[in-house]
């Protein structure tokens, strides 16, 4: 092969390159800000329903003592996916090129946060159902809101498909590197 033409190979290889980890970037702040706004949504979670601790009915009484030990489960877990999303940020999947160590986490934490938020979706889904079928008419200016239960479905929906996007587009970028004949372990410093 002439000069020219591995240059021009090597070239459109960078370039496939460049584009995989501006979306890899891309990928892991998105599963960073989506990790924070769980946490914040947990955080926040049963503001919406401590009316039904003070003006409510023992039925509503009951629900809310369910949705707190929920939320609770629920906080836990968030803490624990913006832990796992600080160490994402810590292997730099975002700024150098991927190491093993980085494209091992990626699916472990994809896994371990999946099998976290199938959990709460159900429970959301139940909690929600038994919070529409409930008897507000006790409660004069209670205006019944699902809004909570619903971020939180779509929200836990949005990471799993994220992090499913990022294990993918980091192993094809891991694999285009060693390709390349990049190290396979990166260098930490």
């Given at each position: 092969m002439s000069p020219l033409?591995?240059?021009r190979e090597s070239k459109g290889a960078n370039n496939v390159e460049k584009y995989l980890m501006k979306i890899q970037?891309?990928?892991v702040y998105s599963v960073v800000t989506v990790s924070a706004l769980i946490f914040v949504l947990y955080l926040g979670f049963m503001t919406q329903y401590y009316v039904l601790f003070y003006d409510g009915t023992d039925e509503?009484?009951?629900?809310?003592?369910?949705l707190q030990v929920f939320n609770k489960e629920a906080f836990t877990v968030a803490l624990h996916i913006v832990l796992l999303a600080v160490?994402?940020?810590?292997?730099?999947?975002?700024?150098y090129r991927p190491g093993l160590l980085g494209v091992i986490y990626v699916p472990v934490m994809?896994?371990?946060?999946?099998?976290?938020?199938?959990?709460?979706?159900?429970?959301?889904?139940?909690?929600?159902?038994?919070?529409?079928?409930?008897?507000f008419t006790s409660m004069e200016e209670y205006i019944p809101s699902?809004?909570?239960f619903d971020?939180?479905?779509i929200i836990h929906y949005v990471q799993v498909s994220l992090l499913i996007s990022?294990?993918?587009?980091?192993?094809?970028?891991?694999?285009?590197?060693?390709?390349?004949?990049?190290?396979?372990?990166?260098?930490?410093?």
């Open positions: 033409l591995l240059h970037a891309g990928l509503l009484y009951e629900l809310y003592k369910q160490i994402l940020m810590s292997f730099q999947l975002s700024k994809t896994i371990y946060i999946s099998l976290s938020s199938f959990p709460l979706l159900d429970d959301l889904s139940k909690y929600k159902g038994g919070y529409l079928a409930s008897d699902t809004l909570a971020i939180g479905l990022l294990c993918i587009v980091a192993v094809i970028t891991f694999v285009q590197r060693v390709r390349e004949g990049h190290p396979i372990i990166r260098k930490f410093i």
